[in-house]
């Protein structure tokens, strides 16, 4: 597509239920990030795919994250028994490729409310 | 270790000021550097970057930044403000040839008053 499509745009979700969140990337792009924007907390980088290498998943705050990617395309970001600190915006990125020189196109993020 | 820091959480600056919006990064090698800017309920979107050459980069919406390695800085700066430009602003770097993600400040809000 066009743009970096996510879904859905807003969640809201009892707290020790399990959310997925879906990222569509640009079409053609290898690699594919997962940040978390908490208010006044900046971008706290999650997960990083780049084609088919293993996923470089430095950045997931428990083992209650996980996310996937298939067929090099969409990837979808699992949090399980959901916490009122997983409240947050979850943005998902793509780039031309994994090298350095390339900036990111974002997507318009997940709001995700845990009550 | 890669890291980014924008000492100001609010900026304020009326409307045909010059505006600066200030960040800082410490890499180990050599940086690149990028800016990007958020509107409320909107994902970021670029605005410049800094690889290599020319100090001075120039971006969308008359924008420019200056890399100064000495310092280790590159502040965004515009020479006249647009009430328009009010916004989320993040410095972000990578460290060349080694981490293979941005990592992004925390944000400065720009505010231009009319």
């Known amino acids: 597509g066009a743009g970096v499509s996510q879904s859905p745009s807003n969640k809201v979700t009892e707290k020790g239920k399990d959310v997925e969140l879906r990222c569509d990337p640009i079409s053609g792009h290898t690699a594919l990030y997962w940040y978390r924007q908490s208010l006044g907390q900046g971008l706290e980088f999650l997960i990083y795919?780049?084609?088919?290498?293993?996923?470089?998943k430095s950045g997931l705050p428990s083992d209650r994250f996980s996310a996937e990617r298939t067929g090099g395309s969409v990837s979808t970001l699992t949090i399980q028994r959901t916490q009122q600190e997983d409240s947050a915006v979850y943005l998902c990125?793509?780039?031309?490729?994994?090298?350095?020189?390339?900036?990111?196109?974002f997507g318009s993020g997940t709001r995700l409310t845990v009550v | 270790a890669q890291s980014v820091a924008q000492p100001e959480d609010q900026v304020n600056v009326a409307e045909g000021n010059p505006l600066t919006v200030k960040c800082t990064y410490s890499v180990s090698g050599n940086p690149y550097l990028f800016w990007y800017v958020q509107y409320p309920n909107r994902g970021l979107q670029f605005l410049l970057k800094y690889i290599t050459g020319d100090n001075l980069v120039k971006g969308s919406y008359g924008f420019e930044a200056e890399f100064n390695k000495s310092q280790t800085s590159f502040h965004l700066k515009k020479p006249s403000a647009l009430v328009s430009d009010s916004a989320l602003y993040f410095c972000a770097v990578r460290e060349t040839g080694s981490a293979r993600q941005l990592t992004f400040g925390s944000g400065t809000q720009l505010t231009v008053l009319p």
């Open positions: 795919f780049q084609g088919n290498s293993a996923p470089d």
């Open positions: 990125a793509s780039s031309l490729d994994g090298g350095a020189s390339y900036g990111y196109t």
